[in-house]
């Protein structure tokens, strides 16, 4: 079986069997996608030995694409499925921060990112256009073999569709990304951070969590280094998630202010983490302020 053959097929089984169902369930979108693993994963996943899917457990006996895509998906919080997220809830104080990279990958600015990232053991989180994916499925396969998440920013960045079209913005990018990595955790950031599209509405029908954020880098205003570490650090706080930019060759200073953004962070001791890890941490956290609240009442 072809590689496109079984995306064509994990598309239409989607299409089949999720609908309609309950805004913001995602447990059906996990199954039907394990299940379209499970069938597609002797002839297309297994023999992948660069993605993530080569070091998943088996000790279960599910297929390590199965089980791959089920501890991805079940990453995300359920308060966050169908939901909207940018800042952290109030009064959360771990120091961590989330680095995100809209509009790749692109190898004059993807490729030295990973470099960076990888020479500190740093994992940052991808929204990829499914444009870039499928002119680069070498660098979107390098996302994901060195760890980093790979998530959906829309197929052609449209920030206005309709019908079919909607559907297939979504949906062909997040076949690549199964393509690349092998699982998905349901993330979608709208084109331009807008939230009042037909794209985006779409996306919390199928149960993505919509990921904005609330630091921007400005690095599309095409600044200098010092400036995009500036721009950051002007609205940093704990458990922050950074938009920054990898997509074409319009962001020549983004690599570079990179390590600069590194060091400035690691110096006043934040920890990097991924979209997923810190969505879990902000659960725990509000978990955490249930639980004293019920036991003080």
């Given at each position: 079986m072809s590689i496109r053959l079984a995306a064509r097929t994990h598309r239409r089984a989607r299409h089949i069997f999720t609908r309609p169902r309950a805004r913001g369930s995602r447990f059906g979108v996990l199954v039907i996608w394990a299940g379209v693993l499970g069938l597609t994963a002797l002839f297309v996943l297994r023999p992948w030995s660069g993605g993530r899917t080569a070091d998943a457990p088996e000790q279960t006996g599910l297929a390590p694409a199965i089980e791959h895509a089920l501890r991805l998906g079940?990453?995300?919080?359920?308060?966050?499925?169908?939901?909207?997220?940018?800042?952290?809830?109030?009064?959360?104080?771990?120091?961590?921060?989330?680095?995100?990279?809209?509009?790749?990958?692109?190898?004059?600015?993807?490729?030295?990112?990973?470099?960076?990232?990888?020479?500190?053991?740093?994992?940052?989180?991808?929204?990829?256009?499914?444009?870039?994916?499928?002119?680069?499925?070498?660098?979107?396969?390098?996302?994901?073999?060195?760890?980093?998440?790979?998530?959906?920013?829309?197929?052609?960045?449209?920030?206005?569709?309709?019908?079919?079209?909607t559907a297939k913005e979504l949906d062909r990018t997040e076949t690549l990304i199964y393509q690349a990595a092998g699982d998905s955790p349901l993330l979608f950031r709208p084109p331009e951070g807008r939230t009042?599209?037909?794209?985006?509405?779409?996306?919390?029908?199928?149960?993505?969590?919509?990921?904005?954020?609330?630091?921007?880098?400005?690095?599309?205003?095409?600044?200098?280094?010092?400036?995009?570490?500036?721009?950051?650090?002007?609205?940093?706080?704990?458990g922050a998630i950074v938009v920054l930019h990898d997509g074409g060759g319009g962001y020549p200073d983004t690599p570079g202010a990179l390590p600069l953004l590194l060091d400035r962070l690691?110096?006043?001791?934040?920890?990097?983490?991924?979209?997923?890890e810190m969505l879990q941490a902000w659960d725990r956290f509000l978990s955490q302020q249930s639980t004293e609240s019920t036991d003080i009442s």
């Open positions: 079940a990453s995300i919080p359920s308060r966050y499925h169908g939901a909207h997220v940018s800042s952290p809830p109030a009064g959360f104080s771990e120091p961590l921060v989330a680095l995100t990279f809209d509009d790749g990958p692109h190898p004059d600015v993807t490729v030295p990112i990973l470099t960076i990232l990888s020479d500190r053991s740093i994992r940052a989180t991808f929204f990829v256009l499914g444009l870039q994916a499928e002119k680069y499925p070498e660098i979107a396969a390098r996302v994901a073999a060195e760890g980093h998440v790979l998530a959906n920013h829309s197929y052609s960045h449209r920030v206005s569709t309709a019908g079919e079209q009042d599209t037909a794209l985006t509405s779409y996306a919390i029908d199928q149960g993505f969590t919509i990921v904005r954020w609330c630091v921007d880098s400005e690095d599309w205003k095409h600044p200098s280094a010092e400036t995009i570490v500036a721009n950051c650090m002007r609205d940093m706080r704990p690691a110096s006043e001791g934040y920890t990097f983490v991924t979209v997923p």
